[in-house]
């Protein structure tokens, strides 16, 4: 690997460990300030957990869109998509996926850094997603990013908008290695020899952007995840929401694949009990978000009722989204704790078993239900605190002063996000920020090593189209209506749109678009 020429002992480069979207803002940051970084993540493609949620709270905003278009300079919302840090590649990032941290050397301002990068065996450079590998692949798995929802093949693509945007081959000993993939690869990516690279890296800083693992709710069997299929964790309804999920943003019951026409919600789920007292933070909201969600898939008629202990909104515009989910979607809160889920099996609906506020024993049924489950300190939290000698809190999260929040105990090792203690999305953009900044404080005579301008943040003017005198030709109008996915479509008729749009003088094509800014959409508009 290259590494930057610089002053002995000083390298004016940084690492950041995590490609979630604490890493990749960090990533951004850095960059620009003219300092190289090098971009750890540990599977095949960046992301993080944020890569698998349709919508946001509290706007519902897509993280498709949010992720892929120019809201304008320095602002913090495309840095979410990993697809923005692919299709507009930093010259100053050097992205390194399925890659561990294997040792770490050094004091603040010079760390040696030990790599580990797994073989994905399939050359992301030549890789031209034709899907063939994957359709002669005799190999079926669960598949991670849908949740075990639904399965894909040993030789797959993680997720449609996967940066790197190539597929991947998982070679576990599931793989009968029959060797089909590399003989129908048209552009001969396919490499089954490929081993680990070992790798080494110089850096001044260091910033952990671990992330968390989600908690395993078939801890609590009074619950009956598991057992029963129409007991889901809160990720699998956020696939079972988005339209990129296995149902294609159809809210269906596993146990027969109807629409429920009740849906309950129990709120902190491995949070604020004797096992982890502390609060997650993002369950209130998430869970409000996906009862709203449920209202506007399944219709207002469908009953959503979130159990609760205590309203926990953090802004007064969360606040708000409270007070419009009880008052203009009618989604009922109960404040309680669900002591027990038993199923019908004639039916397999769920009844609920709970002490009113009043005291008294109630059950109620319901055709769903969705557990709200809290966030734990991530699993790779004890590697790092071997390696760096780094303290954790006693919840297991990284230890940091309230004055001092994105410093770990480590000098010149910074944390960003979940990994110091659970967060919602904008709070791990601003301390991802706040981390690069600290970074930059720290390397303050390092950087513009490698000077970087925004003049033209997403083309190279060597991609500019040639200027042209168009006056006195007839206007040549394209009207693109993209349904994203088909969510403006639940509010606008975008056929009647484009239909409209055909009419109008100067118009020569109108027509309507799944998505209009996915790479395939944006090659048709340009044909």
Same mark, same amino acid.
């Given at each position: 690997?290259?590494?930057? %020429?610089?002053?002995?002992?000083?390298?004016?480069?940084?690492?950041?460990?995590?490609?979630?979207?604490?890493?990749?803002?960090?990533?951004?940051?850095?960059?620009?300030?003219?300092?190289?970084?090098?971009?750890?993540?540990?599977?095949?493609?960046?992301?993080?957990?944020?890569?698998?949620?349709?919508?946001?709270?509290?706007?519902?905003?897509?993280?498709?869109?949010?992720?892929?278009?120019?809201?304008?300079?320095?602002?913090?919302? @495309?840095?979410? %998509?990993?697809?923005?840090?692919?299709?507009?590649?930093?010259?100053?990032?050097?992205?390194?996926?399925?890659?561990?941290?294997?040792?770490?050397?050094?004091?603040?301002?010079?760390?040696?850094? $030990? =790599? *580990?990068?797994? @073989?994905?065996?399939?050359?992301?450079?030549?890789?031209?997603?034709?899907?063939?590998?994957?359709?002669?692949?005799?190999?079926? =798995?669960?598949?991670?990013?849908?949740?075990?929802?639904?399965?894909?093949?040993?030789?797959?693509?993680?997720?449609?908008?996967?940066?790197?945007?190539?597929?991947?081959?998982?070679?576990?000993?599931?793989?009968? #290695?029959?060797?089909?993939?590399?003989?129908?690869? @048209?552009?001969?990516?396919?490499? /089954?020899?490929?081993?680990?690279?070992?790798?080494?890296? &110089?850096?001044?800083?260091?910033?952990?952007?671990?992330?968390?693992?989600?908690?395993?709710?078939?801890?609590?069997?009074?619950?009956?995840?598991?057992?029963?299929?129409?007991?889901?964790?809160?990720?699998?309804?956020?696939? =079972?929401?988005?339209? $990129?999920?296995?149902?294609?943003?159809?809210?269906?019951?596993?146990?027969?694949?109807?629409?429920?026409?009740?849906?309950?919600?129990?709120?902190?789920?491995?949070? *604020?009990?004797?096992?982890?007292?502390?609060? %997650?933070?993002?369950?209130?909201?998430?869970?409000?978000?996906?009862?709203?969600?449920?209202?506007?898939? /399944?219709?207002?008629?469908?009953?959503?009722?979130?159990?609760?202990? &205590?309203?926990?909104?953090?802004?007064?515009?969360?606040?708000?989204?409270?007070?419009?989910?009880?008052?203009?979607?009618?989604?009922?809160?109960?404040?309680?704790?669900?002591?027990?889920?038993? #199923?019908?099996?004639?039916?397999?609906?769920?009844? /609920?078993?709970?002490?009113? !506020?009043?005291?008294?024993?109630?059950?109620?049924?319901?055709?769903?239900?969705? /557990?709200?489950?809290?966030?734990?300190?991530?699993?790779?939290?004890?590697?790092?605190?071997?390696?760096?000698?780094?303290?954790?809190?006693?919840?297991?999260?990284?230890?940091?002063?309230?004055?001092? !929040?994105?410093?770990?105990?480590?000098?010149?090792?910074?944390?960003?996000?979940?990994?110091?203690?659970?967060?919602?999305?904008? #709070?791990?953009?601003?301390?991802?920020?706040?981390?690069?900044?600290?970074?930059?404080?720290?390397?303050?005579?390092?950087?513009?090593?490698?000077?970087?301008?925004?003049?033209?943040?997403?083309?190279?003017?060597?991609?500019?189209?040639?200027?042209?005198?168009?006056?006195?030709?007839?206007?040549?109008?394209?009207?693109?209506?993209?349904?994203?996915?088909?969510?403006? %479509? #639940?509010?606008?008729?975008?056929?009647?749109?484009?239909?409209?749009?055909?009419?109008?003088?100067?118009?020569?094509?109108?027509?309507?678009?799944?998505?209009?800014?996915?790479?395939?959409?944006?090659?048709?508009?340009?044909?």
């Amino acid at each position: 690997m290259n590494t930057p %020429s610089t002053t002995q002992h000083k390298p004016a480069a940084a690492m950041v460990v995590g490609g979630g979207i604490g890493g990749m803002r960090s990533a951004l940051d850095l960059a620009d300030a003219g300092l190289k970084v090098y971009l750890i993540e540990q599977t095949p493609c960046l992301g993080g957990r944020v890569a698998q949620l349709g919508y946001m709270f509290p706007e519902h905003d897509c993280v498709l869109c949010r992720g892929t278009a120019d809201h304008g300079y320095g602002c913090t919302r @495309p840095s979410i %998509s990993p697809a923005y840090i692919q299709q507009n590649q930093h010259p100053n990032i050097e992205i390194l996926t399925n890659t561990h941290v294997v040792d770490i050397e050094g004091q603040a301002g010079d760390f040696t850094v $030990s =790599l *580990r990068q797994e @073989p994905r065996y399939v050359d992301p450079l030549r890789c031209i997603n034709c899907d063939k590998c994957a359709e002669v692949c005799p190999v079926e =798995l669960p598949d991670s990013y849908q949740q075990g929802l639904s399965t894909h093949k040993a030789a797959y693509k993680v997720a449609a908008r996967a940066a790197p945007d190539a597929y991947v081959i998982d070679r576990g000993p599931y793989c009968d #290695e029959c060797g089909k993939c590399v003989e129908v690869c @048209p552009s001969h990516a396919i490499d /089954l020899d490929e081993q680990p690279r070992l790798l080494s890296v &110089d850096v001044g800083a260091i910033v952990l952007a671990l992330g968390f693992q989600i908690f395993d709710p078939s801890e609590l069997e009074e619950l009956g995840y598991g057992r029963y299929p129409n007991v889901l964790q809160a990720m699998e309804y956020e696939r =079972l929401a988005s339209r $990129s999920g296995p149902t294609e943003g159809a809210v269906e019951r596993p146990s027969n694949h109807q629409r429920p026409k009740s849906i309950a919600w129990l709120q902190c789920i491995g949070s *604020r009990d004797q096992a982890n007292a502390y609060c %997650s933070s993002i369950c209130c909201m998430y869970a409000t978000k996906e009862a709203i969600l449920a209202k506007q898939r /399944l219709g207002e008629n469908v009953d959503c009722t979130v159990f609760i202990m &205590d309203e926990r909104a953090f802004n007064k515009e969360y606040t708000s989204y409270f007070d419009s989910a009880k008052h203009k979607h009618n989604i009922e809160y109960i404040r309680c704790r669900v002591s027990q889920i038993r #199923e019908d099996p004639a039916t397999n609906d769920l009844i /609920l078993q709970y002490s009113s !506020p009043g005291g008294k024993l109630q059950e109620q049924r319901f055709e769903m239900v969705v /557990l709200a489950t809290g966030l734990q300190p991530p699993q790779s939290a004890h590697h790092f605190t071997q390696m760096l000698d780094l303290d954790l809190n006693e919840y297991g999260f990284c230890q940091t002063d309230k004055f001092t !929040p994105l410093q770990t105990t480590h000098s010149g090792v910074f944390v960003a996000g979940a990994f110091s203690s659970p967060k919602e999305i904008v #709070e791990t953009v601003i301390d991802a920020s706040g981390a690069a900044a600290e970074v930059m404080r720290l390397l303050n005579d390092r950087l513009n090593t490698h000077p970087y301008t925004h003049e033209w943040p997403f083309l190279s003017s060597g991609d500019l189209p040639a200027e042209r005198d168009v006056s006195g030709e007839a206007p040549k109008i394209g009207v693109f209506a993209c349904t994203c996915g088909g969510t403006i %479509s #639940e509010t606008i008729d975008v056929s009647e749109l484009a239909e409209q749009a055909s009419r109008w003088p100067g118009v020569v094509s109108s027509e309507v678009m799944e998505f209009a800014c996915f790479p395939e959409g944006v090659d048709h508009i340009r044909e």
